[in-house]
């Protein structure tokens, strides 16, 4: 037995996750109770008195379990905010952390979030308001490019950088694949293109801004970013699952740096595709993102190279736009295959809260990388 | 079509990835195709000269394609090691990125990883014959325990601690929950564990090393790894999945601080559960944590609280000890609901060259921790 009896001096003050459970009703009780445990003390409960508060407050509690379908059901489990240690790593260990080795356990979203723990968190800096802002368009939806194919030189990027920034982009991000390679060493390429698109922005009075790629290692991230801010980048893409969610969050949080964020999905892919596990794209590509800092959710829409529904991706709109009391909401950004002739259609189904992505498709045709801007422009403008 | 003609100056080393793919043989061709493309240039590449390097060599190159079984094939892919940018996250990003989104893409292993690429990542610092080393048992499975449960305060967690280590235990684990909570300040129980694992080393002679576990928000994690090291913890607890794989690699791969890292399993068990997406638990569990630096690889074992299963579990052990050139061999250290009249059984599975991980069980019957302890010690002796 654990003794003393522990005492604690706990807010009172719980956050809730809402879980799908797979299996049946005898079987969803377990997992519930499990999810309690696991999650929180990894300790037999047995072997801690009754009126211990560990026992009574520490361990996760099981407020609601309905029923959603045959074999799945909403089991709704709130935790005491102080299990968070108020930083995002612990925040997400509480939610996932060991449960993420269990089958039939997703998150479907988090909820009731107090004051007292979403406090701690600043969530984007600028938000779909703020980067609205910065190019000068209250009220459209906003173009997003890429600079691509990986093993371009730099100086062919900056001349793709240049001419997307003419064509009215609103903002110019480097695929996620371009890191600091041979061919095209980051802080090279980041020069060239910020000054491309600087260069064109004089031109066309437009303020196009360029989004660099940023994955570099730990020791020199941060510099990095920094780099890229005194080249007078205009933005950072960042892959959580890359760098680490947590590392994206101290990025957006850094006052000095004040560059807005693209969370890219690479890699955590895998936690929203399998329909039992991991998380709900709403709660991963939305609710997560936003907490972390990302100012845009970046994800492949529907009708693209990858296999998101509709119903997927207007979740993970829902989940960028929900209320999260003073955490902004964020422009959902599908890509991954767009193309121009799907403007509208897109249009019609996101509305105009939202930033295309379009990249290969912009190189199709006889006319040149201009044309086609002007043309995806256009089409976003009249959608 | 991009122009000019690009002839890039890559030295022609390649490494693989053999991917489990789900479909009918057509299928698969595409998708092999897909991953090509995808985890590369995300281009067309139909819009590439025929004799552009970009096209001959920056795109994956599909080396082979076996089926496994009825809808299941084993697709290698070769990749430049250029395209790597030679660092962890960029790595990560080749091998899984954006194909970690599309279903039925499974990473099964990494293979004919030049040392022109395995050069630049220096794995676990001290790996299975360190930890070894450093706890003077050259021969029988190591011993690990956690301490718990989160709630618990400082002082009651050092005061386990203590009895741990006399115990005999060689390494003692904060539990991964363990964050920075009211209840046990990082700093105020790292100091005070580390304190009382001296204390009882000193009276039994043993090597203890007590294991913090690192949670830490990006801005002071590193300091909190510098603070762990100077109150003289005997390693770091890592979960790559709160902090981030290149996180746990940089804090390896610093010499001034020089600890052992446990690399813990928390939220990148969706990578691995469900059965035709993510990586394999060789790749995951074995070669990914060894990449990215961690001395001993803690998962769930079959026939604990999770459910894994045998095959799972040999093949994780597998990848701790495959030959991957200078990148040492690491601990496989199976936990998760392990009991004591199990070390023999599981001794005859995994074979001495492991850690045991025994928590809550040790808290049970009615004799004290140090009792228990003792019995794990002479179990595991006699194994």
């Known amino acids: 037995m654990i003794d003393p009896v522990n005492k604690l001096n706990l807010s009172g003050d719980r956050f809730d996750v809402v879980y799908h459970v797979k299996g049946g009703r005898v079987e969803v009780d377990l997992i519930a109770q499990d999810i309690c445990i696991e ?31 045959s074999e799945v059901w909403e089991v709704t489990i709130s935790f005491a905010i102080e299990v968070t240690g108020f930083t995002l ?22 909820d009731n979030l107090p004051q007292s723990l979403l406090g701690h968190f600043r969530g984007p800096r600028f938000g779909s308001a703020g980067l609205r802002k910065m190019v000068d368009q209250p009220t459209r939806a906003l173009l997003c490019t890429a600079l691509k194919p990986m093993g371009l030189s730099s100086k062919g990027l900056a001349q793709q950088a240049y001419e997307f920034a003419k064509g009215g982009m609103d903002f110019i991000k480097d695929d ?10 980051f802080r090279e390429r980041v020069e060239l293109c ?20 940023l994955s570099s290692p ?15 980048s205009g933005g950072l893409l960042v ?55 990302a100012d ?18 207007m979740s993970i709109a829902d989940g960028t736009q929900a209320d999260m009391s003073h955490i902004k909401t964020i ?53």
């Open 39 to 69: 999650q929180t003390i990894e300790f037999p409960a047995d072997l801690i008195s009754a009126d211990d508060d560990i026992r009574n407050h520490i361990i996760g509690q099981v407020k609601d379990i309905k029923q959603l379908a």
């Open 89 to 110: 790593p612990q925040l997400i260990n509480v939610i996932f952390g060991n449960i993420s080795i269990k089958p039939n356990i997703r998150i479907a979203k988090l």
């Open 176 to 185: 996620h694949g371009l890191a600091n390679q041979p061919f095209s060493p």
């Open 194 to 213: 910020a000054q491309a698109v600087e260069r064109a922005n004089q031109e066309t009075g437009y303020k196009c801004r360029y989004v660099p790629s």
């Open 218 to 232: 730990f020791e020199t991230l941060m510099d990095d970013a920094y780099f890229a801010k005194e080249c007078n």
């Open 239 to 293: 892959a959580p699952g890359l760098v680490g969610f947590d590392t994206m969050r101290a990025l957006a949080d850094d006052d000095d740096l004040g560059l807005p964020i693209l969370g890219h999905p690479s890699f955590i892919g895998s936690y929203a595709i399998s329909p039992n596990d991991g998380l709900s794209f709403y709660a991963l590509f939305g609710q997560l993102m936003r907490l972390a800092g």
């Open 296 to 313: 845009a959710s970046i994800f492949p829409s529907y009708g693209g190279r990858f296999s998101f529904s509709k119903d997927e991706c």
């Open 331 to 383: 422009l959902p950004t599908p890509g991954g295959g767009m193309t121009l002739d799907r403007v509208t259609e897109l249009h019609d189904f996101y509305g105009s809260e939202m930033m295309f992505l379009i990249g290969g498709a912009l190189h199709r045709g006889d006319h040149g990388l201009i044309e086609s801007c002007n043309g995806f422009r256009e089409a976003v403008e009249n959608a």
